[in-house]
């Protein structure tokens, strides 16, 4: 995958399309708010309409009602009024049978009466409505109406009249006038009237929602229409013109989107490109186990290039480079420039360890073949570091981790392509472990102090101790100081020794608490604090805030400060020391740079034979004089001599034989944690040194041979 200046030219900002898209929205707007406003005044026309209909329709429902209930109570009155009139006449008929009866007679009269208001009132409203005025006036339903209302009136007014008129009245009346009234007032040319107003109603009704429909019709038709020409002048051509755009706006972020992918100098994909191919991957992985394999490749002595043939120079070869990776791989293999001169590859379905080798030597030989600049040669190779998923790792941290380890591991070399493998890696990983934690450990307080007993070689019995670091990891438990000094920086050691110090100065505070004699206890000074107040700071302060003496701490120091450029301000601080009564110990002599002038000019007070001299007694002859001449030499200056790593019988009767007095190891006690150390005090009491510096027994106490 190239990128050419063609692209570049192709991809041009969408600024001028955008500001003709919002021209012409603009433009429309007008014409959109008409074709709204007009939509809005033809709904709501359509919804008064309809709203007008349904109430005509109502006040036709109701008059129909009332109508229907009139004509029935008509029917009451008028047997109401032939019951009163039948029980009038039969003599034998008590008054209070028939009161009650007249009373329902006049009270069905206010009924129907109370009705005649009531339509009246309801016709007034529809006559008001205006559907109603569109119908126009109907003159016979009019008439038929006022007929009713007569003929019902001059009924209710002769029924009236027979009520009102007494029991013995009526008896004599009834055979005149009954008959022929209530034939007359209640036939059927009034129930027709009746009948043919009802349907006349109905009628109207009907009418008014025929007009409804029609005006609703016409309002829906004007509304639609509206609506289709706007979308027919407005919404279609604003539709394809943004239709358009967006597509011209795709085709630009899909080229963007390419260019953001790609390093341009090479053509192949970028950082970013190769952090989602590498997710995507690990997504397949998770889905359906498929592996893969990762190379990361750096080119070997890519500045002096450019600095010896300029830029343009190192850009052709990162050109080659690039060819020769896309040469080398399969069409579907990812290979991307992470930057500068460091390169990657991802390659789908490979995951076992023995391919990606062969694919890596053979990405190395094509990198490393010819590559011209103008008329030169330059030169090319590269290093490649790789490892493989899910057998190497199954997470992305880890892979970049391991891989770069690799990487790492081949860069030593130089061009040529190295594997992860778990079992060479995996002590470089544990020490990347415990560097990273060593970090906090002095703030977790996670340092603790072993103590070893020193001894006199002749009798066994305890002089002092040396503090002897040790680390409570929180998951691997006790380390022993090999597994993690050599990881400590300066500042690191220098938190761990104050960890010590203020230790050693609370377990002598409890000892001396306890009625028990420890001796001196030697702590190593590493050169930072000596070079500095710092150190000479440290040991006053644990003196001060334990209520200890000097002489309570030794301090040892190695041959190495008498080549350190401060290594006159770290005499000047042992002398200080020195002043206050503390001893000074030159740790593994023999070992470093010292000279004769050193051991001349340098405030100490014993010398301690290297364990690995002390090792090879009875087995090296150079070694037993290497030693003899210590312990002489240390006479000779007037100077204590301990030796170290004491661990058999023959070594300690060698040592003595020699004539010295001091020793440590194993043969009489292991590095211990302080409460054991307190059991080794209370069995076995401080030995008392003389004015001359030879050690003696306490008072009482007899001399014994052999191991505490």
Not at 39 to 45: D, S
Not at 611 to 623: P, T, Y
Request: charged share 25%; net charge neutral; aromatic share 6%.
């Amino acid at each position: 995958m190239v990128v050419g200046s063609d692209m570049k030219n192709k991809v041009t900002p969408t600024g001028d399309s955008h500001s003709s898209v919002a021209k012409y929205i603009r433009s429309i707007g007008r014409h959109y708010v008409t074709a709204v406003v007009v939509m809005t005044v033809l709904i709501g026309a359509t919804f008064v309409t309809v709203k007008v209909a349904l109430y005509r329709h109502s006040l036709q429902q109701n008059i129909s009602y009332l109508i229907g209930r009139q004509f029935i109570r008509f029917q009451q009155l008028a047997n109401q009024t032939r019951a009163v009139m039948r029980a009038s006449t039969d003599p034998n008929m008590p008054e209070y049978i028939v009161r009650p009866m007249v009373e329902d007679v006049q009270k069905a009269i206010d009924d129907i009466r109370a009705m005649n208001v009531q339509l009246h009132d309801l016709n007034n409203e529809v006559e008001a409505n205006l559907l109603e005025r569109l119908n126009g006036p109907d003159p016979a339903a009019e008439k038929l109406r006022l007929e009713l209302d007569g003929r019902l009136e001059d009924f209710l007014q002769r029924a009236e009249r027979v009520v009102s008129t007494k029991l013995q009245e009526r008896r004599e009346r009834y055979s005149f006038w009954g008959p022929i009234d209530f034939a007359v007032s209640s036939d059927s040319l009034l129930m027709r009237q009746f009948s043919a107003l009802i349907e006349s109603a109905h009628d109207r009704s009907d009418v008014s929602i025929d007009h409804t429909r029609l005006i609703s019709a016409v309002l829906l038709s004007l509304t639609a229409a509206t609506l289709i020409l706007a979308t027919l002048i407005l919404f279609i051509p604003l539709l394809v013109k943004l239709r358009t755009e967006h597509r011209r706006t795709l085709d630009f972020e899909i080229k963007l989107t390419h260019l953001a992918h790609t390093d341009t100098l090479t053509g192949l994909g970028n950082r970013s490109s190769f952090n989602d191919a590498l997710n995507g991957l690990f997504g397949s992985l998770e889905r359906t186990g498929a592996g893969f394999s990762m190379l990361l490749v750096d080119l070997d002595h890519f500045k002096s290039t450019n600095d010896s043939f300029g830029h343009p120079a190192g850009d052709a070869v990162l050109a080659h480079v690039a060819a020769a990776l896309q040469k080398t791989f399969r069409a579907g293999d990812v290979v991307a420039r992470l930057g500068g001169d460091e390169f990657a590859a991802l390659l789908p379905g490979i995951s076992d360890a023995a391919t990606l080798e062969g694919i890596a030597g053979r990405a190395v030989a094509a990198i490393a073949t010819e590559c011209h600049f103008e008329g030169r040669l330059l030169p090319v190779s590269a290093s490649i570091g790789g490892a493989v998923v899910p057998g190497h790792a199954s997470d992305e941290p880890t892979l970049m981790r391991i891989a770069d380890l690799a990487l790492y591991a081949a860069k030593a070399k130089r061009n040529t392509a190295v594997i992860f493998d778990e079992a060479s890696f995996a002590q470089r990983l544990e020490q990347n472990r415990l560097a990273a934690a060593l970090a906090f450990a002095a703030d977790r307080d996670e340092f603790v102090v072993y103590y070893q007993q020193k001894v006199d070689l002749l009798t066994s019995r305890h002089l002092g101790f040396e503090a002897l670091v040790r680390w409570r990891h929180p998951q691997l438990g006790i380390l022993p100081p090999g597994r993690f000094l050599p990881l400590m920086e300066g500042h690191l050691i220098q938190a761990m020794t104050r960890c010590i110090v203020n230790t050693v100065g609370r377990d002598l505070k409890a000892w001396k608490a306890a009625g028990l004699r420890a001796g001196s206890v030697a702590i190593n000074l590493p050169e930072a604090l000596l070079v500095s107040q710092d150190g000479y700071d440290l040991i006053a302060a644990a003196v001060k805030a334990n209520g200890l003496d000097w002489r309570d701490f030794a301090i040892e120091v190695t041959e190495d400060v008498f080549l350190n450029r401060g290594a006159e301000q770290i005499a000047e601080t042992i002398s200080r020391f020195r002043k206050h009564g503390v001893s000074v110990s030159l740790d593994d002599f023999g070992t470093g740079f010292a000279s004769l002038v050193h051991l001349r000019d340098f405030p100490f007070d014993e010398l301690k034979i290297d364990r690995s001299f002390v090792a090879e007694i009875g087995k090296d002859i150079r070694s037993e004089q290497i030693i003899r001449a210590i312990i002489d030499l240390a006479r000779n200056l007037g100077k204590r001599c301990v030796a170290e790593g004491i661990e058999e019988e023959a070594q300690r009767g060698f040592l003595m034989t020699a004539g010295c007095d001091i020793g440590q190891g194993y043969l009489f006690a292991k590095p211990e944690p302080a409460s054991a150390a307190v059991e080794r005090l209370a069995q076995n009491p401080l030995a008392v040194r003389g004015k001359s510096g030879r050690i003696t027994q306490g008072p009482g106490e007899p001399a014994f041979q052999g191991a505490a």
